[in-house]
DNA sequence: GCAGGATGCTTGAAGTGTCAAGCACCCTGA
DNA sequence: TCAGGGTGCTTGACACTTCAAGCATCCTGC
């Protein structure tokens, strides 16, 4: 077993305050979706996904994975999502295994209004507070983290 | 109603960025704690902040508010604890109300046990992709940002 | 053409979080 | 001193996620 690296001080810093970030934005995000929208945030993400494809459709694994949610994360949700009305399922053509999860007409309605409230939620939360070089570290920051929680690529 | 501040292209790509870490890079942490010591996220976080504290015991409140948790929440988690051994609970001295967490001897060696692998993938996941410089700039971004967030302060 | 294994998705049960209600104790004012 | 309201924490019910198991369909080699 090898000596453990501990972290350093900046670190440590950085560390407590990402980790506090990462467990109340979620919930803040949540909140105002459940309040406004009756709404998860993964749930509205998935719905907001769907509603800028070509045809409102995509098959489900494709979907998860957009997502970052687990297959059987994503069957759930689109359980209950269809039925409220905002989403049916349909076979895939090519693939008699698969499924295509379709956004209906009232899903794609509760999607437009949905997204204002939700985008100025973002805005007021995280944007609001950062400098237009700031996002732009930001963005920077995600693209080296993110390759190493993707165990695919 | 006023008009919807959309967000520009350059937030936009690191809104979905920075949103896909804060749900992949949580899931990752909870998987290697769950596998490699039975324990959740927020788990290992509150014994950890016990672990750091004189005589290892906060009142249940303080404990909520720094470990960015609600009240009940913690109440869950600490019962689930309780059992297993590694906190128990106190009456606070000065309020007949409140409750100290206390954690055990068990408890400390269950932290200090966890720790080393925890750190290393915190390293590996997070610091391992990021320059000195970086980390700076991701501490000053959260900071800005954590304010917004808690509504006490 | 068909057995055996891989793939896409679903299902049920168990664990954890949230919300609202509830209990016990504290404090204030009359 | 004691009624009324506030505070600290717990509890129970419900919603969501995960994990493992299961079903249906597809593909490969013989």
């Not at 993400?45 to 687990?70: C, F, H, K, P, Y």
């Not at 994360?73 to 295509?100: F, M, P, Q, T």
């Not at 007021?124 to 993110?146: K, N, W």
Request: aromatic share 6%; net charge negative.
């Amino acid at each position: 077993m090898a000596k453990t690296r501990w972290l350093s001080d900046a670190q440590q810093q950085a560390w407590r305050r990402f980790a506090a970030v990462s467990m109340l934005l979620p919930a803040a995000l949540e909140s105002q979706l459940q309040r406004d929208a009756d709404l998860t945030h993964f749930g509205y993400w998935v719905m907001a996904m769907l509603s800028e494809t070509q045809d409102r459709a995509i098959r489900m694994s494709e979907l998860a994975a957009l997502s970052n949610g687990s297959q059987s994360r994503l069957s759930h949700l689109i359980a209950r999502l269809e039925e409220r009305g905002w989403v049916r399922r349909e076979r895939a053509d090519e693939d008699g295994r698969g499924y295509l999860a379709v956004l209906t007409d009232a899903g794609y309605d509760k999607v437009v209004e949905t997204a204002p409230g939700h985008v100025e939620e973002v805005q007021s939360l995280v944007f609001d507070a950062l400098t237009v070089q700031q996002v732009g570290e930001l963005d920077e920051i995600c693209a080296a983290i993110l390759p190493r929680l993707t165990p695919g690529c």
